[in-house]
């Protein structure tokens, strides 16, 4: 399955961005995504991530009650809602599929890797 990351850009702190993962090549429904980042110097770190059936997603600390991570299977698209957007969320933003259930909150979990979308949050 290839991946498509979009939507990133250059927004103010406490504004908001929508981040949209489109694949293509194979249905998307089978697999769960996750959504990653990372900044120069650092190692790319887990934000979100949603289960392949949409019932469950699960997220880093320090965006809980800000991202939100949901999936439309019929249009193979899966979208990251920023909102309250700080300073140190500015980093690339990767999109990333597997067929696991577990774990989601790991790299080496994941197959297939989009291309990345640059945020950057103005102080």
């Known amino acids: 399955v290839q991946l498509q990351a979009s939507g990133g850009g250059l927004v103010q702190a406490g504004g908001s961005l929508r981040l949209s993962c489109a694949a293509s090549?194979?249905?998307?429904?089978?697999?769960?995504v996750g959504w990653f980042r990372q900044t120069p110097g650092k190692e790319r770190e887990f934000v979100v991530a949603v289960m392949w059936a949409g019932t469950s997603t699960n997220s880093a600390d320090s965006v809980k009650g800000r991202f939100t991570i949901s999936r439309d299977n019929a249009r193979n698209t899966v979208i990251l809602q920023m909102n309250s957007l700080k300073p140190e969320d500015t980093a690339v933003y990767y999109c990333a599929a597997t067929r696991g259930r577990a774990d989601l909150d790991r790299l080496s979990t994941y197959s297939y890797w989009g291309q990345g979308t640059l945020v950057t949050v103005s102080s």
């Open positions: 090549g194979r249905t998307f429904s089978g697999y769960s």
